[in-house]
């Protein structure tokens, strides 16, 4: 399947500090991906390239299949792009805010207003419509936002920070939301984000993009099997009983082969598997007459993958002495206000 | 959102079926919606406002000074241009105010930078230019569409306002208007609006350079200061410093410096503003540079044709057209390729 958005050795530079290095990334029609990394990991830049906002120092990004720097139009056409801090005009309502924004993407002038209003009936914005965008919450204009992107029907949208200052259960109905949208409609959502939580709740895929590098993509669980793979699985069981020490049980099941490490801690067993083998463990412990208060399985998260892939990148920071990049950058940065 | 299920189930019902609300394209249409909503908002705003308030005054004031002794200039014959009574109404005065020309040119700076200082990085504070520049138009369409949105209102104001008084000019005193006469006011409210054109582009400039609109309004005030100011001072003391001594000059080395002195004001778009405005408004004035004896004798101080006059002030025209058109192209080229970040 042709990928909608394809990054090729994507790159920017802002004087000796690279913001992108030679970023490649597919994304393919109708899946929600999330671009996960830290703040000034280069996403907001990648994003800002894939619509011409921006001009790469190397490297081609297509989107829709039209070249994001030589033919912007076309591209913006067809994507909707809602921004970090997205801002209305305060003088106008939600709803010229948005007829506005309709004209300017040359939508039938007939159906406009009928358009705006339902798109900010799917936003949830219907009660607020004839309200001035200036007394709006922050809540409200990243849906106005939505809104924005939506009225245009496009392809792809690309939210930039979607979850930044919304309350949790505001956010829970947004990335609902977003999900209903790209399922019902078919759309391919890219979304970029640094809380890992948001993205684990809707991303079909996630990319991990720190220092301007994608270190890993793909869906959750390949990643954490990528990555924690070589640890296994860890079971931990707690019984009523104080455990003996030394356990009669420990040399009977090490026999299994299945199991690589057993540590036992006052009432807490906690098995270290090649594969998971929970179910075995605890019948065998059942029927040799232990009772079980609680069985766990740890599984790995994107917090453990996050913390993972940042430890391991901090690492290679010191190593190689990227600190001075960093700092380089924050003096930038103050320069270009 | 209070109610999910609602919105969720007019999702469904909607958008999906009927895919494309697009209308077939039609290229320039965004240019003509930034307009509107340009000029909407100018004639909103309080600051347009105060503007139209301090034109107005100026207007009034000066209008009602000259049309008080507009009986004695009608019949002062002494004075070549005593005949044109309308051009009179807009030039004359009695010296307890400048004449309305003169105050148009400390005005229309200040309607050019006004409207202009916050066209770009306001929107960029707001966090609106992503919006704006993440839909499919062309960034230059957004400059000229600032820039023609403003311009279209200072015209209308200048042209209603000199409408206005032709038109009380007439019931007033009951004297025919010339053609000759609504060429020339016509003709300097077009000088008039190509200078304000001139300070209107300087700030939209300003407004992409610098990122505040307060420092963008300051540079551009201080920069006409500087040319209404300090440019003739600094112009005259270098001037002198090189100048050899007059009295050993020929009248023809003279002329020379002097039409040399006068070329290197004009480089200061308020002096071909003033050149031209009195040109047209003042039909005697044969030349903007020095004569010689020899051109004055056996003149006849008379008011020029109407063609002659504009011959006179074309190259200022195209001066004030040339430096606003610069300030343009140097908008567009700092405009077009930037990064745009909230």
């Given at each position: 399947?042709?990928?909608?958005?394809?990054?090729?050795?994507?790159?920017?530079?802002?004087?000796?500090?690279?913001?992108?290095?030679?970023?490649?990334?597919?994304?393919?029609?109708?899946?929600?991906?999330?671009?996960?990394?830290?703040?000034?990991?280069?996403?907001?830049?990648?994003?800002?390239?894939?619509?011409?906002?921006?001009?790469?120092?190397?490297?081609?990004?297509?989107?829709?299949?039209?070249?994001?720097?030589?033919?912007?139009?076309?591209?913006?056409?067809?994507?909707?792009?809602?921004?970090?801090?997205?801002?209305?005009?305060?003088?106008?309502?939600?709803?010229?805010?948005?007829?506005?924004?309709?004209?300017?993407?040359?939508?039938?002038?007939?159906?406009?207003?009928?358009?705006?209003?339902?798109?900010?009936?799917?936003?949830?914005?219907?009660?607020?419509?004839?309200?001035?965008?200036?007394?709006?919450?922050?809540?409200?204009?990243?849906?106005?936002?939505?809104?924005?992107?939506?009225?245009?029907?496009?392809?792809?949208?690309?939210?930039?920070?979607?979850?930044?200052?919304?309350?949790?259960?505001?956010?829970?109905?947004?990335?609902?939301?977003?999900?209903?949208?790209?399922?019902?409609?078919?759309?391919?959502?890219?979304?970029?984000?640094?809380?890992?939580?948001?993205?684990?709740?809707?991303?079909?895929?996630?990319?991990?993009?720190?220092?301007?590098?994608?270190?890993?993509?793909?869906?959750?669980?390949?990643?954490?099997?990528?990555?924690?793979?070589?640890?296994?699985?860890?079971?931990?069981?707690?019984?009523?009983?104080?455990?003996?020490?030394?356990?009669?049980?420990?040399?009977?099941?090490?026999?299994?082969?299945?199991?690589?490490?057993?540590?036992?801690?006052?009432?807490?067993?906690?098995?270290?598997?090649?594969?998971?083998?929970?179910?075995?463990?605890?019948?065998?412990?059942?029927?040799?007459?232990?009772?079980?208060?609680?069985?766990?399985?740890?599984?790995?998260?994107?917090?453990?993958?996050?913390?993972?892939?940042?430890?391991?990148?901090?690492?290679?920071?010191?190593?190689?002495?990227?600190?001075?990049?960093?700092?380089?950058?924050?003096?930038?940065?103050?320069?270009?206000? | 959102?209070?109610?999910?299920?609602?919105?969720?189930?007019?999702?469904?019902?909607?958008?999906?079926?009927?895919?494309?609300?697009?209308?077939?394209?039609?290229?320039?249409?965004?240019?003509?919606?930034?307009?509107?909503?340009?000029?909407?908002?100018?004639?909103?705003?309080?600051?347009?406002?105060?503007?139209?308030?301090?034109?107005?005054?100026?207007?009034?004031?000066?209008?009602?000074?000259?049309?008080?002794?507009?009986?004695?200039?009608?019949?002062?014959?002494?004075?070549?241009?005593?005949?044109?009574?309308?051009?009179?109404?807009?030039?004359?005065?009695?010296?307890?105010?400048?004449?309305?020309?003169?105050?148009?040119?400390?005005?229309?700076?200040?309607?050019?930078?006004?409207?202009?200082?916050?066209?770009?990085?306001?929107?960029?504070?707001?966090?609106?230019?992503?919006?704006?520049?993440?839909?499919?138009?062309?960034?230059?369409?957004?400059?000229?569409?600032?820039?023609?949105?403003?311009?279209?209102?200072?015209?209308?104001?200048?042209?209603?306002?000199?409408?206005?008084?032709?038109?009380?000019?007439?019931?007033?005193?009951?004297?025919?208007?010339?053609?000759?006469?609504?060429?020339?006011?016509?003709?300097?409210?077009?000088?008039?609006?190509?200078?304000?054109?001139?300070?209107?582009?300087?700030?939209?400039?300003?407004?992409?350079?610098?990122?505040?609109p307060a420092t963008a309004a300051l540079s551009a005030l201080g920069?006409?200061?500087?040319?209404?100011?300090?440019?003739?001072?600094?112009?005259?003391?270098?001037?002198?410093?090189?100048?050899?001594?007059?009295?050993?000059?020929?009248?023809?080395?003279?002329?020379?410096?002097?039409?040399?002195?006068?070329?290197?004001?004009?480089?200061?778009?308020?002096?071909?503003?003033?050149?031209?405005?009195?040109?047209?408004?003042?039909?005697?004035?044969?030349?903007?540079?020095?004569?010689?004896?020899?051109?004055?004798?056996?003149?006849?101080?008379?008011?020029?044709p109407v063609k002659e006059s504009l011959m006179i002030v074309w190259?200022?025209?195209?001066?004030?057209?040339?430096?606003?058109?610069?300030?343009?192209?140097?908008?567009?080229?700092?405009?077009?390729?930037?990064?745009?970040?909230?």
């Amino acid at each position: 399947m042709e990928p909608i958005i394809q990054l090729r050795n994507l790159s920017k530079r802002y004087g000796t500090f690279k913001a992108v290095d030679e970023l490649n990334l597919e994304v393919y029609r109708g899946e929600i991906f999330g671009l996960l990394g830290p703040n000034g990991a280069g996403k907001t830049t990648s994003i800002l390239m894939m619509l011409g906002l921006t001009d790469p120092h190397s490297g081609t990004a297509r989107v829709c299949g039209y070249d994001a720097t030589k033919n912007p139009i076309a591209v913006k056409q067809k994507v909707g792009y809602m921004p970090d801090s997205v801002g209305f005009y305060n003088h106008m309502t939600a709803l010229e805010n948005l007829i506005y924004l309709g004209r300017l993407n040359n939508l039938d002038e007939s159906t406009l207003k009928d358009r705006a209003e339902e798109v900010l009936n799917i936003v949830g914005l219907a009660g607020s419509m004839d309200k001035k965008a200036g007394i709006f919450s922050r809540g409200m204009k990243q849906r106005l936002g939505l809104a924005d992107v939506l009225i245009k029907d496009p392809e792809v949208i690309i939210l930039d920070e979607p979850t930044l200052g919304i309350d949790p259960a505001g956010v829970k109905e947004f990335l609902t939301l977003i999900k209903t949208l790209s399922q019902q409609q078919g759309l391919t959502v890219l979304l970029s984000s640094h809380h890992l939580h948001h993205v684990q709740q809707v991303c079909d895929r996630v990319g991990i993009f720190v220092g301007g590098k994608l270190l890993a993509q793909g869906d959750i669980a390949s990643l954490s099997a990528n990555l924690f793979g070589k640890e296994g699985a860890v079971t931990t069981i707690k019984t009523v009983h104080l455990i003996e020490q030394p356990w009669p049980l420990e040399a009977e099941m090490r026999q299994w082969g299945a199991l690589t490490e057993i540590a036992i801690s006052g009432d807490t067993l906690e098995f270290t598997t090649q594969h998971d083998i929970t179910p075995r463990i605890v019948r065998h412990l059942v029927e040799k007459g232990y009772n079980i208060l609680q069985v766990s399985r740890k599984e790995y998260g994107l917090d453990e993958i996050y913390q993972k892939y940042f430890e391991s990148s901090f690492n290679e920071n010191l190593n190689h002495g990227k600190s001075s990049g960093i700092f380089k950058r924050a003096f930038f940065g103050q320069h270009k206000r | 959102m209070e109610n999910q299920a609602v919105s969720l189930s007019a999702l469904s019902s909607g958008s999906t079926k009927d895919k494309k609300h697009t209308a077939p394209p039609q290229p320039n249409r965004a240019f003509g919606v930034i307009i509107r909503k340009e000029i909407a908002d100018h004639i909103r705003s309080w600051r347009f406002l105060v503007l139209v308030a301090l034109v107005l005054l100026t207007f009034v004031a000066s209008l009602y000074v000259s049309v008080s002794n507009i009986r004695t200039t009608f019949t002062n014959t002494n004075d070549p241009d005593h005949a044109f009574m309308y051009l009179k109404l807009l030039t004359s005065t009695d010296n307890t105010m400048p004449p309305f020309h003169v105050l148009l040119s400390f005005l229309a700076p200040l309607l050019g930078i006004s409207m202009g200082f916050d066209a770009i990085n306001s929107e960029q504070n707001n966090g609106t230019l992503t919006r704006l520049l993440a839909q499919p138009i062309y960034r230059d369409n957004l400059l000229l569409a600032k820039f023609s949105g403003a311009i279209l209102i200072v015209g209308m104001l200048f042209l209603s306002l000199t409408l206005l008084m032709i038109g009380g000019g007439l019931v007033l005193t009951g004297v025919r208007l010339e053609a000759q006469e609504l060429i020339r006011i016509m003709g300097f409210v077009f000088v008039t609006l190509l200078y304000v054109a001139f300070y209107l582009s300087l700030s939209i400039l300003l407004s992409i350079v610098f990122r505040q609109p307060a420092t963008a309004a300051l540079s551009a005030l201080g920069l006409w200061l500087f040319f209404t100011v300090f440019y003739p001072i600094i112009v005259n003391l270098i001037i002198r410093a090189f100048l050899p001594d007059p009295a050993y000059l020929t009248q023809a080395q003279v002329m020379g410096y002097n039409e040399f002195i006068l070329d290197i004001l004009r480089i200061a778009p308020n002096q071909l503003y003033t050149d031209a405005a009195t040109t047209l408004l003042m039909p005697s004035i044969r030349s903007l540079g020095p004569m010689s004896m020899e051109q004055m004798a056996g003149a006849i101080p008379s008011p020029l044709p109407v063609k002659e006059s504009l011959m006179i002030v074309w190259p200022q025209l195209s001066g004030m057209i040339a430096s606003s058109t610069g300030c343009f192209a140097i908008a567009y080229y700092l405009f077009m390729r930037r990064e745009i970040r909230s």
